[in-house]
């Protein structure tokens, strides 16, 4: 049996819980750490790269969610652990108005639960879709999913946003901890009997981890698109933290016009992931490989507009524009890689789809951390070195859209390979 619509709706808000409570490390704690408590900006920054560090272990829990029978146990498991790592972040926060080094250490404990949690719980819920989900609603499944985790993570930073009003750090402690039970809540109610009615016979496969990561290693489509994976998400976040101080610092912006502008980015991801699920599951239009090329293009193509407006800076009414259509092409690219991601998942000669979804979240989360940290040093150094705002970042913004360039033409020859290769080893599919 496959996902009925109602069953993937339902796995959503699995999602929808996780960017909620992972909304609150990235916005809010990181927020009040460096301007209520004054503390220097690379401490945040420093925990959020450490979270996505923890998350190399995705592999890890991608095996032991193929090879332990049932895949909700680790969803709700992980989604505990990041319920508690997320109330003691919130928690830090308090110990670190008296006792810096104690709420350090309480923050390093609580940034590696989190990565753990994201890790255990999100792997499975996508081994989870990958495995059960009929392939002609795989790009809608993707949609759906990574919707209902935009909308989590608006509402509940609009929500903890004016429930904070005014700030203590006890009251941050309380709306922490009732989001995170709220999460926890909500995803084991949505979890709850879906896999035992679609799997009549888990799985029980044997082989120690690191034999079936080498197989799995050793499979074409598997190793090439890992790198793909890192290359083209690289890309998709060497802009996120130098996007705004850009619009700033070369346009003048205010800081709130620079965040409706990261607003109105995300609206534009919004409506690219929309397009490409309603043209591939509900209109048949194009296939998933047509689509991530297409991602990856309009975004190269959106950066170079972006980095070449720096010469015109008097011309900032067209910034806003470009960087819609940035996003439209960002959110086209992600949906249509995630729902690549899950077609190629089950193929091989074994069926370990969540090892393949662990090494490729794995190569996700490095890069989101690996891509960040390198596109605002670039833009750093670059900035000593020229003594030129705009050139500077110019130079980061076009390249990367060469590496969106480089990403659309390895997905134009490994995820149609695959696709063939996987005729011969998954009859009938």
């Known amino acids: 049996m496959k996902l009925s619509w109602i069953s993937i709706i339902r796995l959503g808000l699995v999602q929808m819980a996780l960017g909620a409570i992972v909304v609150l490390m990235t916005s809010t704690l990181n927020r009040l750490m460096v ?57 830090a926060i308090w110990v670190l108005e008296t ?48 919707l209902m985790m935009i909308f989590g993570i608006a509402v509940t930073a609009t929500v903890v946003g004016k429930l904070l009003d005014p700030y203590s750090a006890q009251r941050l402690v309380q709306i922490v901890g009732v989001v995170a039970i709220g ?19 888990p799985q029980t496969d044997r082989t120690p981890f ?65 397009t ?46 470009a960087v819609i259509t940035l996003g439209f092409f960002n959110g086209m690219f992600a949906v249509a890689a995630i729902g690549a991601m899950m077609a190629l998942a089950g193929r091989g000669q074994t069926s370990r789809e969540g090892t393949r979804m662990g090494l490729w979240g794995a190569a996700q989360a490095m890069a989101a951390g690996f891509g960040g940290l390198a596109g605002a040093t670039a833009v750093d150094l ?16 076009l390249f990367e859209a060469v590496l969106f360039l480089l990403a659309a033409g390895m997905a134009l020859r490994i995820i149609e390979n695959s696709s063939r290769q996987s005729a011969a080893l998954v009859p009938g599919e």
């Open 35 to 91: 301007v209520e408590l004054t503390l220097a900006a690379s401490l945040p920054g420093a925990l959020v790269a450490f979270h996505y560090a923890i998350q190399i272990t995705r592999p890890n829990w991608g095996f032991l969610s193929d090879t332990g029978g049932e895949r909700t146990k680790f969803i709700i498991g992980g989604m505990g652990v990041l319920a508690v790592g997320g109330v003691l972040a919130a928690a």
């Open 99 to 146: 006792m810096f080094w104690a709420g350090l250490g309480l923050n390093i404990v609580a940034y590696a639960l989190i990565g753990l949690g994201v890790g255990a719980s999100g792997t499975s819920l996508l081994a989870l879709l990958a495995t059960a989900t009929d392939p002609r609603r795989r790009a809608a499944a993707a949609t759906i999913t990574w």
């Open 183 to 201: 999460a926890v809540g909500l995803t084991c109610l949505s979890v709850s009997g879906i896999e035992r009615n679609i799997l009549a016979d």
């Open 210 to 274: 690191t034999e079936a990561l080498r197989q799995i290693w050793a499979e074409d489509h598997a190793r090439n698109f890992t790198i793909f994976v890192f290359l083209s998400m690289t890309a998709y976040f060497m802009q996120e933290l130098i996007l705004e101080p850009y619009a700033g610092l070369v346009f003048n912006f205010t800081p709130g016009q620079t965040t409706s502008m990261s607003g109105a980015q995300n609206g534009g991801a919004f409506m690219g992931m929309v």
């Open 276 to 321: 490409v699920g309603l043209a591939v599951s509900a209109f048949k239009f194009g296939t998933l490989r047509n689509w991530v090329v297409a991602g990856c293009l309009g975004s190269a193509g959106a950066l170079c507009i972006i980095a070449l407006m720096g010469r015109v800076p008097e011309d900032a009414a067209l910034l806003l524009p």
């Open 382 to 397: 670059l900035r000593l070195g020229l003594g030129h705002d705009a050139t500077a970042f110019e130079i980061v913004f």
